[in-house]
């Protein structure tokens, strides 16, 4: 074998060795992407089991009335930008499921909210996080002040009106200026549909595994390259002696 044909299989070695790296490579990422967003799915199912629950025990012991669950009757509070309401329950919600929502973001550093909302994409009681009191200061509002909203754009009302099987899974670009993945499982009361729990998902996560996976694709290629030209370092002088000895032999 000459060292053309040599040098054309080191290279193409190194191109099969790269293209194989960069599959397996996507693939790891591809399979922890997926189970990070199985573990979501499976706390908002969770979430919202254990909420049609709690609420299904509340009209059992008489604290709250049935009919008063699905209220939509929303009643403006003033001076709220953006609009907020009260129900019928907001309050004893407040009371009784505010803190079971609030261990969800304790527990998992990936959530940025865990919250429930009635089919019109009202959201009764949210995170503590997320009930700060209105102010005159509308962008505090938008971060902080999210209690007792309706949550009716497109995203928000695919996730209230989801009736199953399983959770539902969207894209979500949150007012806050945030890009989020919003899982959704349906709440129902008395074998009746009222809503869903909403968990949103952060990118930060899953942005970071594409920065290491891409860092660790451009590291192997790298060296898939060095240790190439390393070898055809090693190979052309000799062939390059070898030729100039045969030169001057003849």
Known sequence: MNIKHKIS????????????AYFVISNIFKSMERQLLEKCRIEAYVGAE????????MVLGNIIR??????????????????????????????HIQKFQDNFLIHDSDLVYA?????????????????QPSTKDTVFNLKFSRSKRK????????????????TIEQFYPRDTGEYIW??????????????????????KRIE????NMLLIIVMTIFI???????????????????????TKNY
């Open 66 to 95: 049935e009919g008063d669950l699905f209220d939509t009757n929303y009643v403006l509070i003033p001076e709220s930008n953006p609009k907020r309401y009260t129900t019928k329950y907001d309050s004893i919600l407040d009371k």
């Open 115 to 131: 919250v429930i909302v009635d089919r019109n994409g009202y959201a009764p009681t949210h995170n503590t996080t997320f009930s």
């Open 208 to 211: 970071e595994l594409k920065n």
């Open 182 to 203: 919003d899982i959704a499982a349906p709440v129902k009361i008395n074998n009746k549909h009222w809503g869903a729990f909403r968990i949103g998902v952060s990118l």
């Open 224 to 246: 898939i390259v060095s240790i190439t030209l390393l070898t055809l370092l090693m190979i052309l002088p000799r062939k390059l002696f070898e030729s100039d000895l045969i």
């Open 151 to 166: 949550f009716d754009d497109p995203v928000g009302l695919k996730a209230a009106r989801h009736e199953g099987p399983g």
């Open 9 to 20: 299989m080191i290279f193409s070695v190194a191109l099969l060795l790269s293209i194989g």
């Open 50 to 57: 254990s909420l049609a629950k709690m609420m299904d025990l």
